[in-house]
């Protein structure tokens, strides 16, 4: 089992930033493909970003390539998603999965374990 803890979210202004984290523990040695995924009220979830387990291979969705940034640290066991430029169509509950597939999946199936999700608003 891997349990999933995000943080950083919060209530900024639009255009401000915001860099969530996700830490990982458990059985951590695996090496998993993280992703974050974010679900607004009345849509669908939607993969935002994914990162491989050395990092090589990324994935973002059209509507945060150039603000978004996905990073890891294997080391510390958490991955980050660094927000810039934030609209207020990015307001959602962010989610961090992991997956054991690779390269990076975009079904939702394909992760198996996932966080209880971060609240980001984003006040225009």
């Known amino acids: 089992q891997v349990q999933l803890v995000e943080s950083g979210g919060g209530l900024v202004q639009a255009g401000g930033s915001l860099r969530l984290s996700c830490a990982a523990s458990?059985?951590?040695?695996?090496?998993?493909?993280m992703g974050w995924f974010r679900q607004a009220p009345g849509k669908e979830q939607e993969l935002v970003a994914s990162i491989s387990w050395i990092g090589g291979s990324t994935y973002y969705a059209d509507s945060v390539k150039g603000r978004f940034t996905i990073s890891r640290d294997n080391a510390k066991n958490t991955v980050y998603l660094q927000m810039n430029s934030l609209k207020p169509e990015d307001t959602a509950v962010y989610y961090c999965?992991?997956?054991?597939?690779?390269?990076?999946?975009?079904?939702?199936?394909?992760?198996?374990?996932w966080g209880q999700g971060t609240q980001v608003t984003v006040s225009s």
């Open positions: 999965a992991a997956s054991p597939s690779t390269p990076p999946p975009l079904q939702r199936g394909s992760y198996d374990y």
């Open positions: 458990g059985r951590t040695n695996r090496r998993y493909t």
